[in-house]
């Protein structure tokens, strides 16, 4: 939730008032891969969002508020879309206890993208914060690492993707990094459990190359995953993953990052 308090002008001056905003994000991802030569495959990730806004307006004393004129920041709405797909080239070998694999490739811009909503708050008129992509093509690649350890299979990997140029509204997201350590276990039967830790850095966004003093200015997050999976016949495997926010560094207005859940499906 996101607590922010405004101000509208009214006769005898400045009118506080509290938003209390609720956003419920949630992604389903399909992907595909395909061999097409020795160790080498042709990978496809399609991210599907549902993004539900809701937001309550209150005066100082926690009382509904309605501002006139009408907020033209934020409204009710549900955002049912496509993200930007992901395609890549991934390429995997083995040197003895060792497996490593290297990924590289490009997002497409097909996400929903919106004009400068600072600059039109500004203005007075309504916008739309929200976007389901960068509208840019930018290049993504990963490492990573995995090796086992007696019953323990560790692995590591390093992601980033680049934003290189703007997109036509003049927007151009920062560069995103990520690196991640996971250790898998079996821990009874066909069940297998999982604890993992990541870091993440996301650089700042910048609107006709300014920074927006109330975008995104950049952020670092350090978060913990802990989860179990078995294989269901005829299905494929299924797990489900907590994730918990350890650390957060945010520049400016920034929402904070709540406990959230993954459960994947990987057919046989």
Same mark, same amino acid.
């Given at each position: ?66 501002? #006139? ?13 496509? #993200? ?14 060792? &497996?490593?694999?290297?990924?590289? &490739?490009?997002?497409?811009? @097909? ?8 600059? @039109? ?28 350890? #007696? ?5 590591? &990997? ?36 999982? @604890? ?39 299905? &494929?495997?299924? #797990? ?18 709540? @406990? ?9």
């Amino acid at each position: 939730m996101n607590l922010h308090i405004n101000h509208i002008e009214s006769d005898n001056g400045p009118v506080p008032y509290w938003h209390r905003q609720r956003i419920l994000f949630t992604q389903a991802s399909f992907t595909a891969e395909r061999g097409i030569g020795t160790n080498l495959a042709l990978e496809a990730a399609v991210p599907f969002r549902v993004i539900r806004e809701r937001i309550r307006f209150e005066d100082l004393s926690g009382q509904p508020f309605s501002p #006139s004129p009408p907020d033209v920041h934020h409204r009710n709405e549900t955002l049912t879309r496509v #993200s930007d797909p992901r395609v890549f080239l991934h390429f995997g070998t083995a040197r003895g206890a060792w &497996g490593f694999g290297v990924r590289g &490739g490009t997002s497409i811009p @097909l996400g929903t993208t919106v004009p400068n909503p600072f600059e @039109l708050g500004r203005l007075g008129l309504p916008h739309e914060h929200i976007q389901l992509g960068t509208g840019t093509w930018d290049p993504i690649a990963s490492i990573a690492a995995s090796r086992a350890l #007696s019953s323990v299979q560790i692995q590591t &990997g390093i992601y980033g993707r680049f934003a290189l140029y703007e997109n036509s509204h003049g927007y151009r997201a920062g560069n995103l990094y990520n690196v991640n350590l996971t250790a898998s276990r079996r821990i009874r039967g066909i069940w297998g459990g999982f @604890l993992g830790a990541d870091f993440t850095r996301e650089e700042a966004e910048r609107w006709s190359g300014r920074l927006e003093e109330e975008g995104n200015l950049g952020r670092s997050d350090v978060s913990l995953s802990v989860g179990a999976g078995r294989p269901v016949p005829g299905i &494929g495997n299924l #797990s489900l993953t907590t994730i918990v926010p350890i650390h957060s560094e945010a520049k400016g207005e920034q929402a904070h990052l709540p @406990l959230a859940f993954s459960l994947r499906w990987t057919p046989f």
